[in-house]
């Protein structure tokens, strides 16, 4: 049964999600502990339990859910509105931008790379991630498509999964070298295939 908080409440329990969310950024899922969040956020233990009843696992799950959310957020408006070239070199610049400021501390690598593995809840949420993002490019392509700006045959599932799938090699290795050479790479060569310059 879903709890209702109240407003103080509520926002107690975001601040516990978002200092948990920086946490595993900075260090990582497995060498976070409940004792270490609850130093950051300044929170007591029946306070952590009183929100979080199940302890670790519904706070992980919490995180990936807001991890994910932001993930998609980072992008908008430009990603819901892929309508136009120049609205796809818009969103494309929008995520550079957005992975070149994070750099190291992403979101996307938490919920993917490290929450999504801890438990089915998380996989779950990471699964409705790439469907969401997978979506929303998928429309764009199809608006394209409609538009005459891509090829009728072009598969717009294939090539939305496509970008996602570089866009997160791309930032694995951004993390791994702090440059966003590949993940720009990812971009324009997904982009410039819809264009039909391949």
């Keep these: 049964m879903t709890r209702v908080l109240t407003a103080k409440g509520a926002a107690t329990r ?46 992980l799950l919490a995180v990936a859910r807001y991890e994910a959310d932001r993930v998609l957020e980072d ?12 609205a796809w070199d818009a969103w494309r610049d929008t995520v550079v931008a957005r992975y070149r400021g994070q750099g190291r ?34 429309a764009g392509v199809r608006y394209m498509r409609g538009a005459g700006e891509v090829d009728a045959g072009v598969d717009a599932d294939r090539a939305a999964a496509a970008l996602v799938a570089g866009i997160q090699g791309g ?7 702090g440059s966003t050479a590949h993940l720009e790479a990812a971009l324009d060569t997904g982009i ?7």
């Design 14 to 59: 975001q601040r516990i999600i978002e200092g948990a969310a920086e946490q595993i950024r900075e260090h990582g899922v497995t060498a976070t502990t409940l004792d270490d969040i609850r130093a950051r956020t300044q929170t007591s233990k029946s306070q952590l339990f009183h929100y979080f009843p199940d302890g670790k696992d519904e706070l």
């Design 171 to 177: 930032v694995v290795i951004l993390m791994s070298t």
């Design 192 to 198: 410039a295939f819809l264009r039909g310059r391949h």
């Design 105 to 138: 501390r992403c979101p996307l690598n938490v919920v993917t790379s490290q929450l999504g593995r801890t438990t089915p809840g998380a996989q779950a949420v990471v699964t409705e991630l790439i469907r969401r993002w997978e979506g929303e490019i998928a």
């Design 75 to 86: 992008q908008q408006p430009q990603l819901g509105e892929l309508t136009s070239w120049a």
